[in-house]
């Protein structure tokens, strides 16, 4: 068996690993993205790794709770299993959260938007400004179990 490892910057590995897909040249495991794995397991160009010898007994349950989930197919196959996660905290002024009129529920399921434009937890009109610093005292909220990468065979 012979290894090789190669390396590119982020643009560079997702054009390059696309256009081995293309090429029918793509390395036999690499590590993929949430932000790509659509469109790989559209191409059909991933083996599901539930129908591998050596991975075939990987369980959700083998991994903090919601991330294995995130990289099976549409059809219920697995395509890949995480590598890392992220987790992200928020926080916030309770007092001024709520004269905003935000409730912790609201600021509990809001979704990230790195565009910086507002939360889904408050209207746009009473939201506070992107990136601000909190003011004492404040509250950590944290989420964890959203999946970065994974390796995954390909076909």
Do not use: C
């Amino acid at each position: 068996m012979s290894i090789k490892i190669t390396q590119y910057g982020w643009a560079d590995y997702w054009s390059k690993l696309t256009a081995g897909f293309i090429a029918n040249a793509a390395p036999d495991v690499f590590t993929d993205h949430l932000s790509k794995f659509a469109q790989f397991a559209d191409l059909k160009v991933l083996r599901p790794l539930d129908e591998l010898g050596p991975t075939k007994d990987v369980k959700d349950s083998d991994y903090q709770q919601g991330l294995a989930q995130l990289w099976k197919g549409q059809d219920g196959h697995r395509y890949g299993t995480p590598k890392d996660w992220d987790t992200i905290a928020v926080f916030y002024n309770p007092k001024a959260t709520a004269d905003a009129g935000i409730s912790d529920q609201q600021l509990a399921t809001m979704s990230w938007n790195p565009t910086g434009a507002t939360s889904s937890a408050a209207p746009a009109s009473s939201a506070p400004p992107a990136r601000t610093a909190p003011t004492s005292p404040s509250r950590i909220t944290r989420t964890s179990g959203t999946s970065t990468s994974h390796p995954s065979p390909i076909r």
